[in-house]
Nanobody
Framework: VQLQASGGGLVQAGGSLTLSCEAR????????LAWFRQAPGKEREFAAG????????RYADSVKDRFTISKDSAKNTVYLQMSDLKPEDTAVYYC?????????????????WGQGTLVTVSS
């Protein structure tokens, strides 16, 4: 099982980036997928998640109305479109999957993780 996260980079405040997470060795139709992020010196936190069916979507309050998560089942890939980026969005972004009954925001529920992609937002 492999989750390949990509799309990070350096962007100015107010700019946009789209992250991708391609799953290999599993089907995202069987797993919920979430994006977590970890800022320097801080704990990893939930940012956004999408259920295996794509019906349930959740966002952290800090990214709501600025980030959009979506899934392309044909490509077995989940995207995180980030707009109006702020310096406080600077973090390593990780995608992760789990097979629980419902989409969870809890880090401990996720058992497969991607390698992370760095997003840096300059002021």
């Amino acid at each position: 099982v492999q989750l390949q996260a990509s799309g990070g980079g350096l962007v100015q405040a107010g700019g946009s980036l789209t992250l991708s997470c391609e799953a290999r060795g599993l089907s995202l139709t069987n797993y919920h997928l979430a994006w977590f992020r970890q800022a320097p010196g801080k704990e990893r936190e939930f940012a956004a998640g999408i259920s295996r069916t794509g019906v349930t979507i959740r966002y952290a309050d800090s990214v709501k109305d600025r980030f959009t998560i979506s899934k392309d089942s044909a490509k077995n890939t989940v995207y995180l479109q980030m707009s109006d980026l702020k310096p406080e969005d600077t973090a390593v972004y990780y995608c992760a999957v789990e097979r629980g009954i419902g989409l969870s925001t809890l880090l401990a529920r996720y058992h497969y993780w991607g390698q992370g992609t760095l997003v840096t937002v300059s002021s």
